[in-house]
């Protein structure tokens, strides 16, 4: 009885607590807007997407998934079922294990969808701040600063896309630990958990020195800016968002190169998977502010978007051009398309699509 006791007490009684926490935080993670597991069992209880937008935070600031269906209803006949998984730091790689998890789950998921991915100047990558070039699966693919937001998504079966990529060794011991420990949502998602304990322990001091703290409180919600995907919205983002643009900018300008490539990309492989599942693959551009944009307008800037094109052709994928005209006073922190814009922006990326879609493309909900 003793020993039992002894056992109950370092054993069972531990591993109790741990099952409990678990299922907390499962039904806590449910709540987060970048759960990738929370968005994906949305679509499969959907029974599918007619489109998912794909693409860091500016897709998640610009995007508004109810807008978009509202203004294509009209022409399909029924309000169509529309997802957006734009999330800051997440990079095409990431969106690539997005995918494949989905359609190993439900293979039928994305028959007739049209998935979109944004473009930066009219291509595909690289993302700012973090990635210097489109990524393939021999370079680094996970953003350098979040590296947390894969954990969810390797599997053990991408333990040779780990090992042969660009990053640190430690880096990959960590991704392919992860990738055999989707047991247990609280430990894959750990990194999230921690930064929610801080946030709540900030806002606890926050509220109980409300006099100290009033002025800054006041300054985090003035930007006129999405409320997800990451997005910080206090006035003190944009200075910071400023700096780091113009530093990126000088950087891209010394190592920008062109690429050629496209079918050795991860980029590539996406459109594959898309198609082998019944789906289409669009890009869409996003607006950019002048300071963002400028990289761009050089000369390999200028012949990597043309060569893009010419891929995307070559791949049956088209390129939205949204009529949507706009000036810097619109970015309130020099990177995101202010809210207030966000639902004329999501339109015009729907009439765009209109323009050119295939007549077949919901053809069942539409009665054509």
């Known amino acids: 009885m003793k020993r ?9 009684l531990p591993l109790l607590l741990l ?9 806590r993670l449910e709540r987060s807007p970048w759960n990738w597991e929370l968005l994906q069992q949305q679509i499969i209880s959907a029974g599918g997407a007619d489109f998912i937008f794909f693409g860091a935070s500016r897709v ?17 006949g029924v309000k169509p079922r529309v997802f957006s998984l734009g999330t800051a730091f997440t990079t095409l790689g990431e ?16 028959s007739n969808c049209v998935v979109l991915f944004e473009l930066t100047g009219g291509v595909p990558e690289p993302v700012p701040f ?37 990053h640190t060794f430690e880096e990959k011991v960590q991704l392919a630990a992860y990738s055999h420990a989707q047991f ?38 003035q930007l006129d800016l999405a409320d997800k995907s990451g997005i910080r919205r206090d006035e003190a983002a944009a200075d910071v968002t400023l700096a780091s643009a113009k530093q990126w900018n000088e950087r891209q300008k010394q190592i920008q190169k062109r690429t050629d490539n496209w079918s050795d ?5 996406i459109i594959d998977l898309v198609q082998a599942h019944g789906g289409k693959v669009a890009f869409f ?18 012949e990597n978007r043309r060569s893009f094109r010419e891929y995307a052709a070559s791949r049956d994928c088209v390129i939205l051009s949204p009529e949507f005209k706009f000036e810097d006073s619109y970015f309130p922190d020099h990177s995101h398309l202010a809210a207030t814009y966000a639902a004329d922006y999501t339109k015009a990326i729907a009439q765009a699509w209109i323009k050119i879609r295939p007549k077949n493309h919901l053809k069942s909900s539409s009665g054509e």
């Open 4 to 12: 039992f006791l002894i056992i109950a007490h370092w054993v069972l």
């Open 19 to 27: 099952a409990a926490f678990e299922k907390v935080y499962r039904k």
């Open 60 to 76: 998640g600031a610009a995007v508004q998934e109810n807008t978009f269906a509202e203004t294509l209803q009209p022409v399909t």
């Open 95 to 110: 969106h690539y294990l997005a995918l494949r998890n989905l359609v190993q789950r439900h293979p039928s998921a994305l």
């Open 130 to 166: 973090g990635l210097e070039h489109p990524s393939s699966w021999t370079s680094q693919w996970v953003h350098p600063a979040r590296r947390a937001l894969a954990f969810p998504l390797v599997r053990p079966i991408d333990w040779e896309k780990i090992y042969s990529s660009g």
């Open 184 to 221: 247990s949502h609280s430990f894959i998602n750990r990194e999230k958990l921690r930064s929610g304990f801080l946030a709540q322990g900030q806002s606890l001091v926050e509220r109980k020195t409300e006099s100290v703290w009033k002025k800054n409180q006041q300054a985090r919600t």
């Open 265 to 269: 990309l991860i980029v590539d492989d």
């Open 285 to 302: 551009e996003m607006p950019l502010p002048s300071v963002m944009s400028e990289v761009y307008e050089t000369a390999i800037g200028q």
